[in-house]
């Protein structure tokens, strides 16, 4: 594990997540879909529809496997895929009452496991780590791209 205190912080947030998306696998929370097709299903619920080339954007895949995830869901049954009114070559993805559904009790199921792990912490922890996460979110919010400077400084770490 990296040793400077930046490098240590970008190390556990890569561990971190990597160890919840893992958790939640071998727990076996979110059992209707994959992890990615959870993803997926929530990017498209939040938005009410999406099409291929948001869904690409958001989940930085190129088109070809952005097409071959929604196909998945398509098939399943979650997702259904339509032609756009106004431009007929793009393809609009929106949940199925089936779909959201199935991804009501998919987060239901998940958010009851992270309460779970959440209560482990003590309430000045999980206070804490409510501030942290709202401020980096402002941040990120604001910064649509890093600049060159910001990306060297992130890579030195």
Do not use: C, W, Y
Not at 50 to 79: E, H, Q, W, Y
């Amino acid at each position: 594990m990296a040793t400077n205190p930046l490098g240590r912080l970008i190390n556990l947030f890569f561990m971190t997540h990597r160890s919840l998306h893992k958790h939640m696998q071998e727990a076996k929370v979110i059992t209707a879909f994959s992890f990615l097709q959870f993803i997926t299903m929530k990017f498209v619920s939040e938005g009410g529809q999406a099409s291929m080339k948001d869904l690409a954007r958001f989940l930085s895949i190129t088109p070809a496997s952005a097409t071959s995830l929604a196909n998945g869901l398509v098939r399943m049954g979650v997702l259904e895929s339509i032609a756009d009114a106004s431009d007929r070559r793009v393809i609009l993805l929106r949940p199925t009452a089936h779909g959201r559904k199935a991804l009501s009790r998919t987060d239901n199921q998940a958010k009851k496991e992270l309460k779970r792990i959440f209560l482990q912490l003590s309430d000045n922890d999980r206070k804490s780590l409510t501030i942290i996460l709202e401020k980096l979110f402002a941040v990120l919010s604001k910064e649509k791209v890093a600049s060159p400077t910001r990306r060297a400084n992130v890579n030195e770490a």
